[in-house]
T-cell receptor, first 114, second 113 residues
Framework: DAGVIQSPRHEVTEMGQEVTLRCKPI?????LFWYRQTMMRGLELLIYFNNNVPIDDSGMPEDRFSAKMPNASFSTLKIQPSEPRDSAVYFCASSLIGGNTEAFFGQGTRLTVV | GDSVTQMEGPVTLSEEAFLTINCTYTATGYPSLFWYVQYPGEGLQLLLKATKADDKGSNKGFEATYRKETTSFHLEKGSVQVSDSAVYFC????????????FGQGTRLTINP
């Protein structure tokens, strides 16, 4: 299995632009998570889906952030408009529903907003 | 809500030294506990896990025991190597339905030859 695949690996954009991050979970997994990692705040859960349905989006920082999962093999995290404080590494992870199972992480997208 | 607290880093050791990274948690239920490792430029990888009290997780010479009485899950290794240099995250997963992982702040470990 190729693991969780995220794209792009690196993104540099100007303030005010729309940014879309993409994630392909491991085939057969039915939970998907979006995390943000910064030096100041560590790893924060932004949103997670079970069976393509958003379950908890309480970590989404504000209305500029939105996430979708149109099918079991694809998810997007969109920031519109982007701001410099959104600069971070964004990780996608997938797992099987059930608390004992581990989450597998992608390699992350490093976003820089200038 | 649930939370995880790790010892602050960074931690710097010499090769073959003994390692302990402390982790304590707060949870309303009976969570599963995990240690993840992040190597430079990569995503997180599961290092070990424990799903119930007194369970010991182990992998690559690392061990951690789920201690319900002290709400702890300390990571230990008897003899570290330069290749163990990474950031280590303690995490819990709520078994009561939320299922999401809650992470500690991470501990950066550097091993000098």
């Amino acid at each position: 299995d190729a693991g969780v695949i995220q794209s792009p690996r690196h993104e540099v954009t100007e303030m005010g632009q729309e940014v879309t991050l993409r994630c392909k979970p491991i085939s057969g997994h039915n939970s998907l998570f979006w995390y943000r990692q910064t030096m100041m705040r560590g790893l924060e859960l932004l949103i997670y889906f079970n069976n393509n349905v958003p379950i908890d989006d309480s970590g989404m920082p504000e209305d500029r952030f939105s996430a979708k999962m149109p099918n079991a093999s694809f998810s997007t995290l969109k920031i519109q408009p982007s701001e410099p404080r959104d600069s971070a590494v964004y990780f996608c992870a997938s797992s099987l529903i059930g608390g004992n199972t581990e989450a597998f992480f992608g390699q992350g997208t490093r976003l820089t907003v200038v | 809500g649930d939370s995880v607290t790790q010892m602050e880093g960074p931690v710097t050791l010499s090769e073959e030294a003994f390692l302990t990274i402390n982790c304590t948690y707060t949870a309303t239920g009976y969570p599963s506990l995990f240690w993840y490792v992040q190597y430079p430029g990569e995503g997180l990888q599961l290092l070990l896990k424990a799903t119930k009290a007194d369970d010991k997780g182990s992998n690559k010479g690392f061990e951690a025991t789920y201690r319900k009485e002290t709400t702890s899950f300390h990571l230990e290794k008897g003899s570290v190597q330069v290749s163990d240099s990474a950031v280590y995250f303690c995490a819990l997963s709520d078994l009561q339905g939320a299922q999401k992982l809650v992470f500690g702040q991470g501990t950066r470990l550097t091993i000098n030859p």
